[in-house]
């Protein structure tokens, strides 16, 4: 995960049940129709969690997160899988996710699939303007797959990995949203929640602007490197847009030991939600 500039919630957990209907989203041709960014999944339970997070490109062993027990963090993300993936995280199965939730740890499950055909990354995949759609629904299953994989359960949160890209382009932009639209419907019928990170300058920066034109997805998680540690007051995201569906990447590339281990992260804070198991 990089942001295209660098720029607490302490705590609680909260169980929030969600019951939004999905509505129609989907056009005889196979392209989106308007829809709330609201949307969710039908009759799922979403898991939200307030505190501090980070994540990493590969999955810490299980000894690591052990000893990481010391630190402020109580959230991981992870990299579960697609095709532009940049670790192997051969180490991260379903026995590596009940034993490090055992030790009290939440989970932000990342898929860093097709990326958009401007992209500001060197990451070879990318979306076929011609295929957005379709490709969007194909990462989508693969991610669900995945994760069911590792034993997240439906409600859980997936967090598509979109890089930074020049969203000055306005048809690399259409087709971004295009994918991410597909993304959010099939995440929901495979009964998902449907996240989504990318920098706050370009993949961000057009999901709002696309705010009750399409269906979006139900969390978002920004990159502003700021280092600033909270989800709301920054004037990232509209007062009221995502509340409580938020996760904020706030520094990147920085080493931290805790329990005499080190490891490089991105710091987060959270507001938002999380896999359940």
Same mark, same amino acid.
């Given at each position: *995960?990089?942001?295209?500039?660098?720029?607490?919630?302490?705590?609680?957990?909260?169980?929030?049940?969600?019951?939004?209907?999905?509505?129609?989203?989907?056009?005889?041709?196979?392209?989106?129709?308007?829809?709330?960014?609201?949307?969710?999944? %039908?009759?799922?339970? *979403?898991?939200?969690?307030?505190?501090?997070?980070?994540?990493?490109?590969?999955?810490?062993?299980?000894?690591?997160?052990?000893?990481?027990?010391?630190?402020?963090?109580?959230?991981?993300?992870?990299?579960?899988?697609?095709?532009?993936?940049?670790?192997? &995280?051969?180490?991260?199965?379903?026995?590596?996710?009940?034993?490090?939730?055992?030790?009290?740890?939440?989970? $932000?499950?990342?898929?860093?699939?097709?990326?958009?055909?401007?992209?500001?990354?060197?990451?070879?995949?990318?979306?076929?303007?011609?295929?957005?759609?379709? *490709?969007?629904?194909?990462?989508?299953?693969?991610? @669900?797959?995945?994760?069911?994989?590792?034993?997240?359960?439906?409600?859980?949160?997936?967090?598509?990995? *979109?890089?930074?890209?020049?969203?000055? &382009?306005?048809?690399?932009?259409?087709?971004?949203?295009?994918?991410?639209?597909?993304?959010? $419907?099939?995440?929901?019928?495979?009964?998902? @929640?449907?996240?989504?990170?990318?920098?706050?300058?370009?993949?961000?920066?057009?999901?709002?602007?696309?705010?009750?034109?399409? $269906?979006?997805?139900?969390?978002?998680?920004?990159?502003?490197?700021?280092?600033?540690?909270?989800?709301?007051?920054?004037?990232?995201?509209?007062?009221?847009?995502?509340?409580?569906?938020? @996760?904020?990447?706030?520094?990147? &590339?920085? %080493?931290?030991?805790?329990?005499?281990?080190?490891?490089?992260?991105?710091?987060?804070? $959270?507001?938002?939600?999380?896999?359940?198991?």
């Amino acid at each position: *995960m990089r942001p295209h500039f660098r720029a607490g919630i302490a705590g609680l957990v909260v169980l929030a049940l969600v019951g939004f209907a999905v509505p129609s989203a989907v056009a005889a041709s196979g392209k989106p129709k308007p829809a709330s960014a609201t949307s969710a999944p %039908k009759a799922s339970v *979403m898991r939200s969690v307030a505190a501090p997070g980070f994540d990493t490109c590969e999955a810490p062993s299980v000894a690591a997160m052990d000893a990481w027990r010391a630190s402020p963090y109580k959230a991981v993300g992870i990299y579960v899988g697609g095709a532009n993936r940049a670790c192997a &995280n051969a180490g991260l199965t379903q026995d590596w996710v009940r034993q490090v939730h055992a030790q009290g740890w939440d989970f $932000l499950p990342v898929y860093v699939g097709a990326q958009a055909s401007c992209t500001a990354s060197t990451k070879a995949v990318r979306i076929d303007p011609a295929r957005s759609w379709d *490709m969007g629904r194909e990462d989508a299953d693969d991610a @669900v797959d995945r994760a069911a994989a590792l034993g997240f359960k439906e409600g859980s949160a997936l967090y598509f990995d *979109m890089e930074a890209y020049d969203n000055r &382009n306005a048809d690399c932009s259409r087709d971004v949203l295009d994918f991410v639209s597909a993304w959010t $419907l099939r995440v929901h019928e495979r009964g998902y @929640v449907a996240g989504y990170y990318s920098s706050l300058d370009s993949g961000i920066e057009d999901v709002l602007k696309a705010d009750g034109t399409r $269906l979006l997805p139900d969390a978002l998680w920004y990159a502003r490197w700021d280092d600033r540690a909270v989800t709301s007051g920054d004037g990232a995201i509209p007062d009221g847009a995502w509340l409580g569906r938020r @996760v904020h990447q706030y520094a990147g &590339n920085v %080493k931290e030991t805790y329990g005499g281990v080190a490891i490089t992260i991105d710091r987060n804070e $959270l507001a938002g939600p999380v896999a359940v198991l």
